[in-house]
DNA sequence: CGGGATCTTGATGTTGATCAAATGCGGTGG
DNA sequence: CCACCGCATTTGATCAACATCAAGATCCCG
């Protein structure tokens, strides 16, 4: 069992406003702010009052139980939009896993917002009721093929992978221990379905024979 | 492992229209449909265009993998709303697990959709990500602790609490074997944590106990 | 009252967790 | 550019929790 102490390594620091793509239509631009590696976001328990936009770099958002087990719920790569609430309340900790740039969005309670939002909030229901099969009736080595498959897929197909995310990370995703996600990333290896080049850097070899693995 | 086999017992019946409360505002009031014990609702793949509200029975909704491995990613009960998705297209199954009856909604892509659906919407993202942690790291016990008190909590506290569903479900909606759900049931009683007023009654004796164990 | 389905209980097997140690990557400073 | 150091990762040995396989016991409903 691991211990995850909140960092608060920094507090991030705001950059002047620049315009950037991607931004959400209607909404006023917003400063980014920039948070460092390892840096909390929001915590569990915090007011909510905005969402956010990922510019660059990656997020963890997850649960503790007492104890200090922990399950991220989600990971959110650049481009990518987390942190909307059900009560204004935040019920998961959010943080940085990379330094990482991101623009928050203030609510505000109209209809367009509301427009915009839905759609996001179906899809990220979607991705965790999705999820929710690979934790509750995946093996091991179905997780850690579906977990590589999807993070080809949102990197828009790039090869080689870049996972922004340390062992730790993937095991406390996919409801694994380091060791076991490290033993899984041999087998795949062994098997010649991927290739790793450096620790992070993995190129999926076996696209198809992987996807058969994951279902 | 279990196959699941599409039972169509029957084709839904409408009911003439009935004015019920609790329908949600502004939409237009619409017929019931009836489904009995174990009929589908709505199938994986098949176009979405509506949303449902359910007058009176459960609902589970679910994913299989190829091989017949199950898992119920969440139980509605009377009151409670599902079916909204991401893009049109039923990602799920949706099957009534007693005799049924469900308001269906049809949506309009207008801002008062939106407007009501994003709660609904951020509420069930809160619920799946929240059961991401029971499956991704909580013990067998944990887990059915954690679902007899929510059953309870949504039953409004009602004691003892009736559970609409088979020892099955429960193990495929807590990531669970039959036998494990039946031994975990077993202990508690043995420990005067619950008591069993037929197989799907089953009364909480120490509350604040279960609540620890559940974190 | 009978019979099938559902649930419980028991014996054994397997997967992944845990405990422990070695390896090597990546960043730093010389 | 290279050597060193700290920490993440890998690898190995053992353990525990839950799954699987296999009977029985109950419930429920006609």
Known sequence: MHAYTSSRIALPSQSAQV??????????????????AGSEIYAQGEKAGAFYQIEFGAVRVYRLLSDGRRQI??????????????????HFFAEAINATGVRAIRLAADADVSRQLLPLALKGLTRAQEHLLV??????????????????ERQGGLDPVELPMSRLDIGDYLGLTIETVS???TKLKDKGMIRLHGLRNVEIVKHDTLRNISE
Chains 1, 2 share one sequence.
């Open 73 to 90: 719920s989600a990971f959110h790569l650049a481009g990518e939009t987390f942190g909307f609430e059900a009560d204004s309340t935040h």
């Open 183 to 185: 033993r899984v990333f």
């Open 19 to 36: 315009g950037v793509p991607g931004a959400l239509d209607g909404a006023a631009p917003q400063p980014i702010s920039f948070y460092p």
């Open 135 to 152: 934790l509750g009736r995946q093996t091991a080595v179905e997780r850690v093929a579906a977990f590589l498959l999807d993070m080809a």
